[in-house]
């Protein structure tokens, strides 16, 4: 797919929809809520993969943004006659880019690891093991407390899980709620604390960007 532009941003919040989606064609399209067909419906934010009536999309970017300022300076988003800034426009567009370029990077190197041969893992512990709770999910929830509605916690989850995985030693993995390392004798590094790789990413910052309602 072409870079977004700012033309492309203004163009949206201009068109006043809900979402701005990138379909299965690599084109972009404006969708309202009431266009998803699965339970997303109300909870969709920016980078979530959602079913409309005309199929499978991605979202790029929500309405919300505008009225919510997350992320952006409420000074500077709107032009006196409330226009989007061209200047908030090319940012949010250059944003967006950034985060396609980093997940394609990601992927690519996911399907070039997987292509080169293994030696069997072994089962580090299950995600309960180094937090109070069970799944990624469940921590999400609590550490939001009484706003965890306000909040896509299954968008929260799993940007959270690759940052774990960002974070963790060359090897080692979190896959669901396991973590696997290689085989002894390369493992297990004496130093590597799983406890403290998780408890050392910005959880809030990741919350942040999965906002989909004030409080």
Request: contains cysteine; glycine residues 6%; aromatic residues 8%.
């Given at each position: 797919?072409?870079?977004?532009?700012?033309?492309?941003?203004?163009?949206?919040?201009?068109?006043?929809?809900?979402?701005?989606?990138?379909?299965?064609?690599?084109?972009?399209?404006?969708?309202?809520?009431?266009?998803?067909?699965?339970?997303?419906?109300?909870?969709?934010?920016?980078?979530?993969?959602?079913?409309?009536?005309?199929?499978?999309?991605?979202?790029?970017?929500?309405?919300?943004?505008?009225?919510?300022?997350?992320?952006?300076?409420?000074?500077?988003?709107?032009?006196?006659?409330?226009?989007?800034?061209?200047?908030?426009?090319?940012?949010?567009?250059?944003?967006?880019?950034?985060?396609?370029?980093?997940?394609?990077?990601?992927?690519?190197?996911?399907?070039?690891?997987?292509?080169?041969?293994?030696?069997?893992?072994?089962?580090?512990?299950?995600?309960?093991?180094?937090?109070?709770?069970?799944t990624v999910?469940?921590?999400?929830?609590?550490?939001?407390?009484?706003?965890?509605?306000?909040?896509?916690?299954?968008?929260?989850?799993?940007?959270?899980?690759?940052?774990?995985?960002?974070?963790?030693?060359?090897?080692?993995?979190?896959?669901?709620?396991?973590?696997?390392?290689?085989?002894?004798?390369?493992?297990?590094?004496?130093?590597?604390?799983?406890?403290?790789?998780?408890?050392?990413?910005?959880?809030?910052?990741i919350a942040?960007?999965?906002?989909?309602?004030?409080?």
């Open positions: 797919m072409r870079p977004i532009t700012g033309s492309d941003v203004t163009d949206f919040y201009n068109a006043d929809r809900d979402l701005l989606v990138l379909t299965q064609g690599d084109q972009l399209a404006y969708v309202n809520r009431e266009d998803i067909t699965d339970h997303f419906a109300e909870r969709a934010s920016s980078y979530d993969y959602v079913t409309t009536t005309d199929g499978k999309a991605r979202v790029l970017l929500t309405n919300s943004t505008r009225h919510d300022s997350i992320g952006y300076d409420p000074t500077q988003l709107l032009e006196a006659d409330g226009r989007l800034s061209p200047a908030v426009a090319n940012l949010m567009a250059e944003r967006i880019n950034d985060y396609l370029a980093e997940e394609s990077r990601r992927l690519a190197a996911r399907q070039a690891a997987a292509e080169v041969p293994r030696p069997f893992s072994t089962i580090l512990g299950g995600w309960g093991n180094y937090c109070a709770h069970a999910e469940e921590s999400a929830r609590a550490a939001l407390g009484d706003a965890a509605d306000n909040y896509n916690i299954d968008g929260i989850a799993r940007d959270w899980r690759q940052a774990v995985n960002d974070a963790l030693p060359k090897g080692v993995t979190l896959s669901g709620v396991a973590f696997t390392g290689p085989e002894y004798p390369e493992y297990p590094p004496e130093s590597l604390e799983i406890d403290a790789v998780i408890s050392g990413v910005d959880f809030q910052a942040d960007r999965h906002r989909v309602r004030n409080p």
